[in-house]
């Protein structure tokens, strides 16, 4: 099965940038069978990894960021893949 893992953040004011470099760095104990990163209006950066694993399977997630970097906590959902086209 794949599983994709979301979190998405939004910055504080004007730290877009930041939040995105920090999220870019982040190295995550166990390697994804793919990862992206995502930004949109409002500062918001969404990063997406894929795995091969049970939905239930216990998988690294990126880290609480900096509060300082923060407008609000970070959202993260967790999605079973169904097709792929």
């Not at 877009?16 to 992206?36: K, Y």
């Not at 930004?39 to 998988?59: C, H, S």
């Amino acid at each position: 099965m794949t599983v994709a893992l979301m979190w998405e953040a939004r910055a504080a004011d004007g730290r877009g940038a930041d939040l995105l470099e920090w999220a870019g760095a982040q190295e995550l104990p166990e390697r994804p069978l793919r990862s992206e990163l995502f930004t949109a209006p409002g500062d918001r950066v969404l990063a997406i990894t894929w795995w091969d694993a049970d939905f239930d399977a216990p998988l690294p997630e990126l880290p609480e960021p900096p509060a300082d970097l923060l407008a609000r906590p970070p959202h993260r959902w967790r999605f079973a893949s169904v097709r792929t086209d």
